[in-house]
């Protein structure tokens, strides 16, 4: 089985899919589109390739745990993913991922430059490892 983390942007929107074990990120990318229609494109056609089997869509809630216009548009691309796939989807709390991508990224030698073009696919696969970590706690 195959889980697919998808860290939804304006601009970059980063996947990260998991091996068939659920254990690791087997693969990454950045779809640089700003048109909702292109990046769910691009994202089905991924997920048709690869043999996805569930999506987790990046929720970016507020510090203190309210929702913003950002998670109000996640939610909605979400809806709009899940009747098109068809596959089961979770809408995951993303708060500090992509800052935790860029300090990776950054403690690993990255330029501000370098870092722009992979930070999004960091943080779906930092997304996907904390989802992957929950799924195999709870069926222990």
């Not at 048709?48 to 999506?55: F, M, P, S, T, Y």
């Not at 869509?57 to 950002?70: C, S, V």
Request: hydrophobic share 40%; proline share 2%; net charge neutral.
């Amino acid at each position: 089985m195959k889980i697919m983390a998808i860290d939804y942007g304006d601009a970059h929107t980063g996947i990260a899919i998991s091996d068939n074990t659920m254990t690791l990120t087997g693969f990454t990318t950045v779809i640089d589109a700003r048109r909702e229609d292109v990046v769910l494109e691009r994202i089905l056609a991924l997920a048709a390739e690869h043999g996805v089997d569930e999506l987790v869509l990046g929720y970016p809630k507020n510090m203190d745990g309210t929702l913003g216009p950002r998670a109000e548009k996640c939610a909605a691309f979400g809806e709009r993913l899940k009747a098109a796939s068809s596959l089961p989807l979770t809408l995951w709390d993303e708060r500090r991922t992509t800052v935790e991508a860029h300090a990776i990224l950054f403690g690993n030698g990255k330029n501000g430059k370098q870092r722009k073009k992979v930070v999004d696919a960091v943080a779906a696969s930092l997304m996907l490892e904390g989802y992957m970590t929950r799924k195999r706690r709870e069926a222990q």
